[in-house]
């Protein structure tokens, strides 16, 4: 089904074409936009534009193409305002036909693209061993958010976990562990991700201060990166040992995720480097290679390369994202690739882009690459996000204690049910708070952290939203009908102007994604959502449904308003209860 705005902007395209016959194809493509409630529901500007083209007064060049409408009757009115906007407000039956056909669309009035594209989406994406932070919860709420966008747009989505899993970390942990846990290298015991990062920590530290030490796990690098039967298998279990603890948080917030790090493309990386030689890219500075791109420079004005290949030999991260990003365009053959960090990383995944530019890898009008970055977590104190008891305090602590604070709420609330339920709707509710939270602030701003705001039951919250679904569904069951016969008996009708507020709400579902899928900001989704919510509930107020004689139309714009509702939320990552 063809959202609201796109079928109006090719009606008036068309309207446009009939008026001004002489324009070019490209000039006549009319400009239509929401607009703000108190003028009407869409707004066409072209006339302001076409008046500079034409060098006519834009009232004259509006009221030309209102004289031109020809389909009268989705319009209750319109309007020419100011120095020539048109703005249109929807017809009741319009409207109402507009929200019959989308109860019976499966994507709820969402436009899939023309063409199936194929979308990598990078995320979470933590670090073997070292430091695993809230920036990885970040990265995994909303890359989680993104792929499920596209998967309910019907693209066809890879969601890769780019773990950092090998580089020269691996032989410092190992010495350090054949030293104080050769147990566990040999897997005849075995510890968890805490007990690994405190140990990875005390492995840096000898590293810096002792030089026996440091030779060893030098030795233990080569012995990795030819690999060597033994330092294979003690990688393999630190791999093994991170990734229990990573699936432990994956497993809580419901979130999928295909695992290909970095030692997935170890094996390409001298290729890469002779291939982007051989294309003449590559220069020799301070004994490293190096690619130099326009543009890029360090914070003293001098040109800033990415490191290719390091004086002693080994490569690092700018290799392996280069050999990543060819094996995602030329293996995958992905449309577009998004990869979701911390916005510090913004640099680096430009040079990549660029320089696989450069190498004729990316065609950027065939293959969109978008970094997708995000601002810091901050605690209540303003300052970076920490754990109370530091960094390397457990992450999944931080979602189970949303968990733990859900509950304690519902039990002051004196929330029916068992044990069980009890348990469930903490979780639904915990999880759900954490992850709303995130996603609702704009994504490149900081974020404060804190429970009791994500927490809350008025406002923009998961909370709130979750409640205003149990309600709808509640009115829906206190009616006392059978859903099905409800349908299959009425239609909607929409006439009071909250009835009607809501139907053009509802009718923007899939402007919003449109919208959130070329920016891949998921506020967009919230925003409309709580505004969703707000709209039912004003018309919930004002509209009577039991025993009204609209009882059934309204039943019914109650049902797509718990669809919609129910949909977004998923895209978001939400689990719904249909009690609470
Ligand atoms: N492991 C990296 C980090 O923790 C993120 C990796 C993102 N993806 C990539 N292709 N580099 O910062």
């Known amino acids: 089904m063809q959202t609201l705005l796109a079928l109006l902007r090719g009606r008036l395209t068309e309207v446009i074409g009939k008026a001004f016959?002489?324009?070019?194809?490209?000039?006549?493509?009319?400009?239509?936009?929401?607009?703000?409630?108190?003028?009407?529901?869409?707004?066409?500007?072209?006339?302001?534009?076409?008046?500079?083209?034409?060098?006519?007064?834009?009232?004259?060049?509006?009221?030309?193409?209102?004289?031109?409408?020809?389909?009268?009757a989705t319009y209750r009115k319109v309007d020419i305002a100011g120095p020539g906007f048109i703005n249109f407000t929807l017809s009741s039956p319009f409207l109402s036909e507009r929200?019959?056909?989308?109860?019976?669309?499966?994507?709820?009035?969402?436009?899939?693209?023309?063409?199936?594209?194929?979308?990598?989406?990078?995320f979470s994406s933590p670090n073997i061993a070292k430091e695993l932070h809230v920036g990885h919860i970040r990265s995994t709420i909303i890359g989680d958010c993104l792929a499920r966008l596209f998967e309910f747009l019907k693209q066809d989505v890879l969601r890769l976990n780019h773990i950092g899993d090998w580089g020269t970390q691996f032989g410092m942990l190992i010495t350090y562990m054949f030293d104080s846990a050769p147990a566990v290298l040999k897997g005849e015991e075995t510890t968890d991700l805490v007990t690994l990062m405190n140990w990875y920590k005390?492995?840096?530290?000898?590293?810096?201060?002792?030089?026996?030490?440091?030779?060893?796990?030098?030795?233990?690098?080569?012995?990795?990166?030819?690999?060597?039967?033994?330092?294979?298998?003690?990688?393999?279990?630190?791999?093994?040992?991170?990734?229990?603890?990573?699936?432990?948080?994956?497993?809580?917030?419901?979130?999928?995720?295909v695992e290909r790090g970095e030692s997935f493309y170890n094996p390409l990386l001298k290729e890469v480097v002779d291939e982007l030689d051989r294309l003449g890219l590559v220069s020799v500075s301070d004994g490293a290679k190096c690619i130099f791109l326009e543009g890029f420079q360090n914070r003293e004005g001098e040109p800033l390369p990415l490191i290719i290949q390091k004086s002693d030999g080994g490569y690092n991260y700018d290799t392996t994202d280069l050999a990543t990003i060819r094996h995602r365009i030329f293996v995958e053959k992905a449309d577009r690739i998004i990869i979701v960090t911390d916005s510090g990383q913004s640099l680096h995944f430009q040079?990549?882009?660029?320089?696989?530019?450069?190498?004729k890898w990316l065609d950027p009008k065939k293959v969109e690459v978008d970094h997708v970055g995000f601002g810091l977590v901050l605690?209540?104190?303003?300052?970076?996000?920490?754990?109370?008891?530091?960094?390397?305090?457990?992450?999944?602590?931080l979602l189970t204690e949303a968990v733990d604070k859900a509950k304690e709420i519902l039990i002051e609330r004196k929330t029916e049910g068992s044990p069980t339920e009890l348990a469930h709707l903490a979780k639904v509710l915990g999880i759900g708070a954490i992850k709303y939270a995130d996603l609702s602030s704009h994504r490149t701003k900081d974020y404060t952290f804190s429970y009791d705001r994500m927490l809350?039951?008025?406002?923009?919250?998961?909370?709130?939203?979750?409640?205003?679904?149990?309600?709808?569904?509640?009115?829906?069951?206190?009616v006392h009908v059978d859903m099905k016969q409800v349908l299959s008996k009425h239609h909607i009708d929409v006439q009071h102007p909250s009835e009607i507020a809501l139907g053009v709400h509802l009718q923007r579902f899939g402007e919003t994604l449109d919208v959130m899928a070329r920016d891949l900001l998921p506020n967009r989704l919230t925003d409309y959502l709580y505004e969703l919510a707000e709209k039912f509930n004003a018309f919930f107020r004002d509209c009577r449904v039991e025993g009204s004689p609209e009882e059934g139309s309204r039943l019914i714009l109650c049902e797509l308003t718990s669809r919609v509702l129910k949909q977004g939320l998923e895209i978001l990552g939400l689990e719904t209860v249909e009690r609470m």
């Not at 109860?103 to 199936?116: F, I, Q, V, Y």
């Not at 605690?379 to 992450?395: A, C, M, Q, V, Y």
């Open 379 to 397: 605690g209540p104190d303003g300052k970076k996000f920490k754990t109370r008891s530091g960094e390397t305090e457990k992450l999944i602590d």
């Open 456 to 478: 809350r039951f008025e406002g923009n919250t998961a909370v709130f939203l979750l409640y205003a679904y149990v309600r709808i569904n509640g009115i829906k069951r206190k």
């Open 99 to 122: 929200l019959n056909e989308q109860l019976k669309d499966p994507l709820l009035g969402a436009m899939p693209p023309h063409k199936r594209q194929k979308i990598v989406v990078d």
């Open 202 to 257: 005390a492995a840096k530290k000898r590293f810096d201060a002792d030089p026996e030490f440091k030779k060893k796990s030098q030795f233990e690098v080569v012995r990795l990166q030819s690999g060597e039967k033994e330092a294979m298998k003690a990688w393999k279990i630190i791999c093994d040992i991170s990734r229990k603890g990573f699936q432990e948080i994956y497993d809580l917030m419901q979130v999928r995720l």
């Open 351 to 359: 040079m990549v882009i660029a320089a696989a530019i450069k190498a």
């Open 21 to 72: 016959p002489a324009l070019a194809a490209e000039e006549k493509k009319a400009d239509v936009a929401a607009c703000p409630e108190e003028f009407g529901h869409y707004q066409c500007n072209s006339a302001l534009r076409l008046a500079k083209l034409l060098g006519q007064n834009p009232r004259a060049i509006a009221q030309k193409i209102v004289d031109h409408l020809d389909d009268r």
